[in-house]
């Protein structure tokens, strides 16, 4: 499975960026995201029909992750983010796996990654 993120920019705080995830096939899709220094943490995922998502706590209600319908092809999730924080800087990653779920590590395919910045 092959994964292309992109969408990534700089934006105020307060601002909105919306990140795209297109992968070869449809699977169920994580996003996480890794700050300078930092380990890589779990923003939220969803499944491969689109039925569950779930969110960290510190961007549940800011963020919102969607998928196009199963009969496009193009198997493209988004993650909506509005209300951003300067804590939310980080290199976003998309990842895909049969299952979802919190852990990184169960996650066997992985987008390139693209940087949000924050900043007045």
């Known amino acids: 499975v092959q994964l292309q993120a992109s969408g990534g920019g700089s934006v105020q705080p307060g601002g909105s960026l919306r990140l795209s995830c297109e992968a070869s096939e449809r699977y169920s899709v994580g996003w996480f995201r890794q700050a300078p220094g930092k380990d890589r943490e779990f923003v939220g995922f969803?499944?491969?029909?689109?039925?569950?998502?779930?969110?960290?706590d510190s961007v549940r209600g800011r963020f919102t992750i969607s998928r196009v319908s199963r009969d496009n092809p193009k198997n493209t999730v988004y993650l909506q983010m509005d209300s951003l924080k300067p804590e939310d800087t980080a290199v976003y990653y998309c990842?895909?796996?049969?299952?979802?779920?919190?852990?990184?590590?169960?996650?066997?395919?992985w987008g390139q990654g693209t940087k949000v910045t924050v900043s007045s």
């Open positions: 990842a895909a796996d049969p299952e979802a779920d919190f852990y990184s590590t169960k996650y066997k395919f």
């Open positions: 969803i499944t491969w029909k689109g039925a569950n998502k779930y969110y960290a």
